[in-house]
C-alpha cells in the first residue's frame, strides 16, 4: 500500500520525465528541423562563384556550379591549375566538390567539413552559420577558429 | 484516489510524449535520401540571382598577392657598419672630450610579430596585432667604446615593441576604407627597466580606395608617421596593389614601399623592392658624464631605406618561409633633445655607412 507521501512523489517523479521527454522532442524537433535549412544554392561573398550544397548520407557537401568568369584568358573553362597535387590540375572547376563532410550540429550550424579555395589550391577546415534563411556565414579556418577567414554567401533562386 | 488517477494520467502523458519522441527522433532518419544531383546543366545557374535586396562588398584581396601573415618570427642581421657621432657645442670649453667619434659595429635582433583578425566578415574586417623588433649593437673592440652615444647604444641597442589596429571597411563592390593605427614604445630600453608609457609613439593612417577588379584595388589616403624618423610627419599614401597575370604583380604603399612580385606558383614568390623604416627613438642613459647627461632623455630619429629582395615559399601547409636580402641605407640618425623638439635641431650627429642585410622569418599565414 502506498504512503500518500510515496504516490506524491511518484506523480512528481512522472511529470518530470514527462516534461524532460516534451523538452527532448521539442529540442530536437526544432534543431532537426533546419538541418536541410543549408540546402540550396548559394553565391560567395564575392560574387565570384556559386555553390550548391547538397546532402549525401548524413552530410553536407557543396559543388562549384556557376562561375562569374568560366574561362581563363584563353578562352578555355578554367582547371583546378593552383591544386597541389599535380594529378588535380586538369580537373574542371564548374563542378568541383569544394565543400565536404559538413555534419549539422543544431542550431543552425554546421561543422567539421573542409572548405577548398581554388583560387590558391589550399583546403581549410571549415564551419557554416546559418544567420537567417537566406544567409550563410562561412569560416575556414586553420587549427582553431581563431585563425580564420568569414565569407558571407547569400541563398540564391531560379528567376523567372 | 485522486492521486491514482493522477498518477495514471501523468504516466499517460509520459508514455505519449516518449512515443511522439521517438517517432519524430526517428523521422529524419527515414527521411535521409540522397538528394546528390549530377549537376550537368550548369547553364541553368545562370538564371539564378539573389533571393532579396543583397547588399555586396568587395573584398581585401588581390589574385597572387603575398600571404597575409598572422604569425612571424624573424631575424635579422645588418654587417659590420661604422657610426660617426658629432654633439653639437654645449656652449662652453670646459668639457673634457667627448671620447672617439667613430665606431664600427654589427646590427641584429629579433622581429616578431603577431596579427588576429578579430572580426572577419565580408561587410568588416578587424586585426589587432602585436609587434616587437630589436636592434642589438655588437660593437667592436668594446673597451675602446667611449663614446656616449655609441654607449647607450651597445649597452641596450634599440627596440619596438608594439600594438597596432587595422580596420578594413568595404562600402560596396567597388570601394573600401582602410584605417590603421599603431602605438609604439620606441627606445634603448629592457625587460627589466620598461620604457614608461608617456613615451609612446602613435601612428596612424586612412586610405579611402576603389577596388576595380580581382586583379587590381588602389587607393589614396595620409598617414601620421614616424618612417622618416622626425616628429609628426603627415604624408600623403598611394596604395596600389596590380597583378597583371599569374606571374607578375606590383604591391605597393607609397612611400611607405614597394614591391614587384614575381610567382614561381601559388606556393612561392620572389619581391624585388625598398621598405621605408624608421622610428623615433626615447634615450635613456644612466652615466652622469656631461654627454650622457645630454642625451638622456632624447629622440633617435631613425630613417632608413632598405632595397631588398625577398623570397617566400611555402613549407608546409600554411607555414611560410620568407628570406630577405639587400642594402640598408641610412636617411637619418641624428639626435632631437626631446620627442617635441624641432625639426632638424640635432644635439647630436650621426652618420652611418650602408651595410648589406639579411633577414629571414617563419610565418603562419592567413586563409
Sequence with gaps: MLTMEMKKWQLFTWTAVAIVCCYLFLNTYANDKYADAIIGVWKTGSGKGMVRIYKEGNKYYGKIVWLKEPNDENGKPKVDKNNSDESLRNRPLLGLVNLRDFVYKGNKVWEDGRIYDPENGNDYSCEMKLTDENTLEVRGYIGVSLFGRTDIWKRQVKKD | ?367
Aim: glycine share 6%.
Design chain 2, 1 to 367: 484516489m485522486l492521486f491514482r488517477i493522477s498518477s495514471l494520467s501523468a504516466q499517460a502523458v509520459c508514455l505519449g510524449a516518449l512515443l511522439v519522441c521517438t517517432l519524430y527522433t526517428a523521422n529524419p532518419l527515414v527521411a535521409q535520401t540522397d538528394t546528390t544531383k549530377v549537376e550537368e546543366d550548369f547553364d541553368q545557374y545562370s538564371q539564378y540571382g539573389d533571393d532579396e535586396s543583397v547588399k555586396r562588398y568587395c573584398t581585401q584581396k588581390v589574385q597572387y598577392l603575398s600571404p597575409t601573415k598572422l604569425i612571424s618570427i624573424g631575424y635579422e642581421l645588418q654587417l659590420p657598419q661604422t657610426i660617426n657621432t658629432s654633439f653639437a657645442s654645449f656652449g662652453t670649453s670646459t668639457l673634457p672630450s667627448e671620447g672617439n667619434p667613430t665606431a664600427t659595429f654589427l646590427s641584429h635582433g629579433l622581429r616578431l610579430g603577431a596579427n588576429f583578425p578579430v572580426i572577419s566578415r565580408s561587410s568588416i574586417i578587424i586585426n589587432l596585432g602585436v609587434n616587437y623588433y630589436e636592434s642589438r649593437m655588437a660593437f667592436e673592440n668594446q673597451a675602446a667604446v667611449n663614446n656616449a652615444m655609441h654607449r647607450a647604444l651597445k649597452e641596450r641597442g634599440l627596440r619596438t615593441t608594439g600594438l597596432m589596429a587595422t580596420i578594413f571597411k568595404p562600402l560596396n563592390e567597388k570601394n573600401f576604407v582602410i584605417v590603421a593605427a599603431n602605438a609604439d614604445l620606441n627606445g634603448n630600453y629592457n625587460f627589466a627597466d620598461v620604457q614608461p608609457l608617456s613615451t609612446l609613439r602613435y601612428s596612424i593612417l586612412g586610405i579611402y580606395g576603389w577596388k576595380k577588379s580581382d586583379k587590381l584595388m588602389w587607393g589614396l589616403g595620409w598617414a601620421r608617421t614616424y618612417r622618416l624618423g622626425e616628429v609628426n610627419n603627415t604624408v600623403p599614401l598611394l596604395m596600389y596593389n596590380r597583378t597583371f597575370n599569374d606571374r607578375w604583380g606590383i604591391e605597393a604603399l607609397l612611400p611607405a614601399r614597394l614591391n614587384i612580385r614575381h610567382n614561381f606558383s601559388p606556393t612561392s614568390l620572389l619581391l624585388l623592392g625598398y621598405e621605408l623604416e624608421g622610428n623615433s627613438y626615447h634615450i635613456r642613459t644612466t652615466s652622469s658624464d656631461p654627454f650622457s647627461q645630454r642625451i638622456n632623455g632624447a629622440e633617435i630619429r631613425r630613417s632608413e631605406l632598405k632595397a631588398r629582395l625577398t623570397y617566400e615559399r611555402q613549407i608546409s601547409g600554411f607555414i611560410w618561409l620568407s628570406a630577405q636580402a639587400g642594402i640598408r641605407m641610412n636617411a637619418n640618425f641624428n639626435v632631437s633633445a626631446t620627442e617635441r623638439a624641432p625639426r632638424r635641431d640635432y644635439i647630436v650627429t650621426n652618420t652611418l655607412s650602408n651595410p648589406l642585410f639579411f633577414a629571414f622569418s617563419i610565418n603562419l599565414v592567413s586563409p
